[in-house]
């Protein structure tokens, strides 16, 4: 680990904690290569198919060509003219199967630049991740990249981003297409026009009077829709007032972190064209940590803003956690406060107080050592070694907790064993490190057979995992035949059930009674609520009564975790003597189980949503077998003689799909598959559903 000094010159208002999104294979990857080079961070690119660039630094990522991992870079850019930024670059994957890299990496983003191909446009991945950024508020920009290539339009993108996500894109720049190549950019903000060499080397020049008649146009339509939700810009344009390029980069930066609007400019990544423009861009008109608005946080005493001041007590969330070489490196996004080294921090997961090693700002897998890091940080703590993600870091004096990062239920579990019986314990090993690093990923025992399953997002995720077992533990291991995640949900509300234990044998007894409701609320978590009155359940019981519900929950009368409950506690009863925590946790268990197998409980199936690009040739074939599989067809578009199906598929039935639809359209399809929602299964699946496993992680 290199020891550096923060470099304390550029103030916080020119920091930008950004990330890049989007579907599989639109570029994100080459242009942080490309962003990171031009900014001056790396001396020379690597190549996604050369397996060498700086963000991709996993061994199974550069052999793959796909990020698995969302890698933080920082760097620094200076504008034209301009003050110094600092940049943190996060390259998430765009596989559905990591999609949990993308979600805890917008939860602590600032802004995000979202990239979509030129040629492909807005595809399935890309409308995950758009929706995934706005529920989260981050501000977002949009990069069309692949200019370069044939069939590549600006344009027809564009239009997909107006129909297809519902964005409001406002056009900054337009690509100058010669001979079916970019050479040049026009920026419609200030003015000017880029021009590129065959090494993507970059002249500028402002507009002549020639070119500000061809492009007048396109700029006086970029003012109007900007105008029409800033009413400052609005003002000046309604008296006819000349717009000066800073006036419109104002309001365009105002309307960006409104949510209002998104930048979009044309590029390629590949032949390192439009990379100083979109770096301007980036500065220009996402935001620093103090444009954001306030994270909420919990207390005892009720909810608080916390704001991005350095003067306020810590409050800091875990976010990823990877190992290393060198041992565990908890990522960290600092909200509010300073960390560091040295400190004593108090931490949401173990309700403990624990000191500060080592901090460090990492780049790739590459990392230099601070000494401290404040408000709008993303630094990371090393040496932690029982630290997961979602964790909240806090002034000891100040607990409190924030939102912690949720991950979407894993679908698909396989069977795993040791080849070699004396690797267990390796195995036991490093499956614990690697639930500890992804929260999709959990690990759990057959109730039957006492085997070990591994639960992921889809088989890409799984087939990673086993690798990185082999790799990084020197595990090689059996795969058994995948198992569906199957759920259960009250079918109907049941009346009060009462749950009661009592032992009493001489001596010290065990004795509690609860007596509760349950009904199907049709969400995707349990509720709970105590309504007891006149202090029949004990205070210091009532948290015992809820981890018994919860703990019942998490397997119903079919085998499966129960979602979708609502439980209230009515009543309850307890001895002076006799009643303890242990006893009311399993009172309420007992009260769950028997008020579920009176309501009954219907199996829930998980449905993918499968996207399937196919030449039109093809597309009777396969829109024939997507139905014998259970498929409800959602959408078919046409575009360019091929044809895009999307269609909602039970888990249960896709085994085999990819070599199938490789068989169907001779190899020319591909398909994208990603969970979509659970739905209550047919009776063909009731029957065939076995009993799953039971996580050990709840």
Request: net charge negative; proline share 5%.
């Amino acid at each position: 680990m290199n020891t550096v000094n923060r470099d304390t010159r550029i103030p916080v208002d020119r920091w930008r904690n950004l990330g890049i999104i989007a579907h599989v294979d639109a570029g994100k990857t080459t242009l942080t290569e490309r962003l990171l080079y031009a900014s001056g961070a790396i001396h020379r690119t690597g190549e996604v198919h050369d397996g060498a660039t700086t963000t991709d630094h996993m061994e199974l990522e550069r052999e793959r060509g796909i990020t698995i991992g969302a890698a933080a870079v920082r760097a620094q850019w200076t504008p034209d003219g301009g003050e110094p930024h600092r940049l943190t670059l996060i390259d998430t994957p765009g596989h559905i199967d990591f999609a949990i890299e993308v979600e805890r990496s917008l939860r602590v983003l600032d802004g995000a630049v979202t990239v979509f191909s030129g040629v492909a446009g807005v595809q399935p991945q890309s409308e995950t991740v758009w929706h995934q950024a706005r529920r989260h508020g981050v501000p977002l920009m949009a990069f069309v990249n692949k200019m370069d290539r044939p069939g590549a339009d600006f344009d027809a993108v564009v239009v997909q981003m107006r129909d297809t996500l519902g964005a409001r894109p406002w056009v900054v720049a337009r690509p100058v297409i010669e001979a079916e190549h970019m050479t040049g950019l026009v920026d419609l903000v200030g003015e000017r026009t880029w021009r590129f060499d065959a090494t993507g080397a970059a002249g500028v020049h402002a507009w002549d009077a020639a070119e500000r008649a061809v492009h007048a146009a396109a700029r006086a339509d970029l003012v109007a829709a900007v105008a029409d939700h800033d009413d400052t810009l609005a003002a000046l344009w309604l008296a006819d007032q000349p717009i000066t390029a800073n006036e419109l980069r104002a309001a365009l930066r105002r309307g960006t972190l409104a949510g209002l609007g998104s930048p979009v400019l044309p590029g390629s990544a590949f032949r390192n064209v439009g990379i100083e423009a979109l770096l301007d861009a980036m500065v220009d008109y996402l935001p620093s940590p103090l444009d954001r608005p306030p994270v909420v946080a919990h207390t005892d005493d009720g909810d608080i803003a916390v704001l991005p001041d350095a003067q306020a007590p810590l409050a800091a969330l875990v976010f990823k956690v990877v190992h290393q070489a060198h041992g565990p490196m908890a990522f960290v996004r600092i909200y509010a406060g300073r960390l560091r080294v040295g400190d004593a921090v108090w931490r949401s997961g173990t309700d403990r107080v624990q000191r500060v090693g080592r901090l460090a700002v990492v780049r790739a897998d590459e990392t230099d050592a601070v000494e401290f890091a404040e408000a709008g940080d993303i630094v990371a703590v090393a040496g932690w070694k029982d630290v997961a993600t979602g964790e909240t870091l806090a002034d000891p004096h100040r607990p409190v907790r924030l939102e912690t990062i949720q991950a979407q239920p894993a679908v698909l579990s396989w069977r795993l064993s040791p080849e070699r019986s004396a690797d267990l314990l390796k195995l036991g090993n490093g499956l614990a490190r690697l639930a500890q690093e992804d929260p999709s990923f959990r690990v759990g025992t057959d109730p039957e057979t006492g085997e070990t399953l591994v639960w992921g997002m889809g088989e890409l995720h799984l087939e990673v995992t086993v690798e990185r077992l082999r790799r990084e533990w020197g595990v090689p291991v059996r795969t058994g035949f995948p198992r569906v995640a199957y759920q259960e949900t009250p079918a109907k509300a049941s009346g009060p059930v009462e749950g009661k234990l009592a032992k009493q044998t001489g001596g010290s007894g065990q004795y509690a009674r609860v007596v509760l409701s349950l009904a199907p609320t049709g969400e995707a978590g349990n509720r709970f609520e105590d309504r007891s009155t006149g202090g029949v359940i004990p205070k210091a019981l009532q948290s015992a009564v809820e981890k018994g519900v919860r703990s019942a929950l998490l397997e119903g009368p079919r085998g499966h975790p129960v979602v979708g409950a609502g439980v209230t506690v009515l009543d309850g009863q307890a001895h002076a003597v006799d009643s303890n925590e242990a006893a009311f946790h399993r009172a309420a268990q007992m009260a769950v189980k028997a008020a579920l197998e009176a309501t009954g409980t219907v199996l829930l199936e998980p449905v993918m949503r499968v996207s399937v690009t196919t030449p039109g040739t093809a597309v009777g074939d396969v829109l024939g077998d997507l139905q014998r599989r259970g498929g409800h067809i959602v959408q078919l578009t046409e575009a360019q003689a091929r044809t895009t199906i999307e269609a909602d598929v039970p888990l249960a039935r896709l085994d085999g799909y990819s070599t199938a639809l490789r068989s169907l359209s001779q190899g020319r399809a591909s398909a994208t598959v990603a969970f979509h929602a659970y739905r209550p299964a047919s009776a063909q699946e009731v029957s065939h559903a076995g009993r799953a496993a039971v996580s050990l992680g709840g």
